[in-house]
DNA sequence: AACGTAAATTGACCTCGATCAAACAATTCC
DNA sequence: GGAATTGTTTGATCGAGGTCAATTTACGTT
């Protein structure tokens, strides 16, 4: 598969990133050199479980899942990233061993950042090692908030916890379209598609109106309620 | 509560732990500067979610459980920490507010180090940053593993997996002394203590002898297996 | 050792969500 | 535009695990 050098609206997309958002242009320079991007189709692996990886990735366009494999074959999601998002940094700080899989969803772009070179600049500088710590620190909470949201909520509650966390908070009615197909964000939640498409009939209830991917919410505090 | 400046022990203990151990003499010393020690009983309350945290914790005896608490007042864990554990992290990056509950299991001992000073040193020693990062990156690597072995496993997998994450590879049998009640480690798993119960009784006839909490395992590849 | 309390187990029941199958809708591709 | 493919919904069934209640076991205390 062929890989190319940052264009510069690739960087622009890396520079507009939560993670190099606090970074000096001059550090952000030197994080990025040697990156290359690389295009995938869906299903395409960006890395395997268990595999060396030297690299850490970022999302240009697209998207990225994250995910294990049981031994029955069966896949259980540990992050989905949109455009914009860091990941597989663990390998990182663990031998530079992936510790899940990841593959693009859709057509993506996908910028691969030299490991070593961000662990030497981490050293060097300490505004890049606390981005890194900020990063990880992040990626620890998603993960901590699937888990707590897993044990304590019913698959409706989990969907109207993620419909509540894309609707601005002063509002009482809203609307937003999904940035995925159904089935992505049914992994994502832990759940089958079908799960996820009854709990979605369970919310019409609540005032949630689903027309493809576009979601209506009409009624906040019902949905807080649920 | 009382609190005392760390004596010999406490500081063996931290110094023994898996964060200070790549660590000089110097660097842990400067963290440890300040630090404090709490004697607290069972289901004393660390610190609360959401509320303001500027330590970061040690467990120096017994336990300490960290989770979430739901609308309706149920708890899921997020982890369990045993002697030699630093917890509480998280908060640092995040505003030095906590996102999650934090109380003690049985009469513990804790050790607060102070959160402001660790990460100004943090700034200025690449390896106590490195450190840091590693940190993260293993808490990280605990809930990621919670959440798919979640999402992938029934309880008795489950299960089966703690008791093999306690079995040196080679050995085909092999027994050990569970290092906390059953509750706690229902409440590590994501399980009803009487699923547990069933889990271990479901084991059983895959040549595992639970006795207290004492537990034996007789055929390796047949847990495995299961 | 015996008591009292807390923890663990067992049984019965029930809910939630997975799975399978089929109908239906929405795409992409000629 | 229509066929073919893929995604989504709905229905029916089933199993895993939660909850409640009743015992039984283990443990700390005197």
Redesign the pocket.
């Known amino acids: 598969m062929k890989t190319l050098r940052l264009n510069s609206n690739d960087k622009a997309v890396l520079l507009g990133s939560r993670f190099f958002e606090k970074l000096s242009a001059a550090a952000s320079d030197a994080i990025l050199e040697g990156a290359v991007v690389s295009n995938h189709e869906?299903h395409d692996i960006l890395f395997h479980q268990d595999e060396p990886v030297d690299s850490v990735f970022c999302v240009l366009s697209g998207l990225a899942r994250v995910y294990r494999l049981g031994k029955d074959g069966?896949e259980a999601d540990i992050a989905v990233f949109p455009r914009g998002e860091i990941f597989g940094e663990n390998a990182m700080f663990l031998g530079n061993r992936a510790t899940a899989n990841a593959q693009a969803i859709g057509s993506s772009m996908i910028a691969r950042l030299d490991s070593r070179n961000l662990r030497r600049l981490a050293e060097q500088h300490p505004d890049i090692a606390q981005a890194l710590m900020e990063l990880l620190c992040r990626h620890g909470q998603m993960a901590e908030d699937c888990l707590a949201e897993d044990?304590l909520?019913?698959?409706?509650?989990?969907v109207a916890s993620y419909i509540l966390g894309h609707c601005p908070d002063g509002s009482t009615t809203f609307s937003f379209r999904?940035p995925?197909?159904?089935?992505?964000?049914?992994g994502k939640l832990?759940?089958?598609?079908?799960?996820?498409?009854?709990?979605?009939?369970?919310l019409r209830r609540s005032g949630v109106t689903?027309?493809?991917?576009m979601i209506e919410i009409h009624d906040r505090q019902a949905l807080e309620r649920f």
């Open positions: 869906e069966r044990r909520l019913t698959a409706p509650q989990r999904l995925f197909q159904k089935n992505v964000l049914a832990g759940l089958a598609p079908e799960a996820l498409s009854r709990a979605f009939s369970a689903v027309k493809g991917r």
